[in-house]
């Protein structure tokens, strides 16, 4: 749903997909391998010919950098205005983000905000747009939780991607 209001409300001609080797801010693996993140994403997204999933942070050592990523996108498609889907929780942390200014400067951001979620401001030199969307309560934990849990999880996320998740034994310990 993110994906759609973004692709829609930004009016954007390609939506890329790129799963993050390691969040600079998170101190823990990842909650599954990188190799079945990038399946995942590329099952829930098959057959969207307007998305694509980029691999690129999973070929880097180390935490994975927004403003390393944002460069490579200006220089692949240059001229281009580019948008950067954070959630909401984000938005206030995009100053402590590395090279804040220059990753500012290189894209706009867009955000969706929870249900019941106030859109507010972005922090200086941030600029961007508040998603109107259909937001959505559902955080990956809640997903998480449910796998554990042994329910199904097939309402929340797309049914290729609850198979892959029964498939890959992911989630379950």
């Known amino acids: 749903m993110v994906a759609r209001a ?17 969040s600079p801010f998170k101190t823990t693996q990842p ?29 880097r050592d180390g935490a994975s950098y927004s403003v390393d990523t944002v460069r490579n996108f ?10 950067y889907l954070v959630g909401a929780d984000h938005v206030a942390t995009l100053p402590q983000w590395r090279e804040a200014g220059a990753l500012a400067a290189l894209a706009q951001f867009a955000v969706l905000p929870r249900p019941g979620q106030v859109a507010a401001g972005f922090p ?4 961007g747009a508040w998603l109107q969307g259909q937001p959505m309560a559902v955080a990956a934990s809640v997903i998480r939780d449910r796998v554990r849990a042994g329910l199904p999880v097939d309402h ?18």
Not at 74 to 83: I, N, Q, W, Y
């Open 6 to 22: 973004a692709l829609e409300e930004l009016k954007l001609d390609r939506l890329f997909l790129i799963p993050a080797a390691r």
């Open 31 to 59: 909650k599954a391998p990188a190799a079945c993140r990038l399946r995942l994403l590329r099952m829930a997204f098959a057959g969207w010919p307007d998305c694509q999933v980029d691999p690129q942070e999973l070929g």
């Open 74 to 83: 200006a220089g692949r498609f240059p001229g281009a205005t580019l948008h």
């Open 124 to 127: 200086a030199p941030f600029r």
């Open 156 to 173: 929340l996320v797309p049914a290729a991607v609850a198979a892959g998740i029964t498939e890959m034994k992911l989630y379950t310990g």
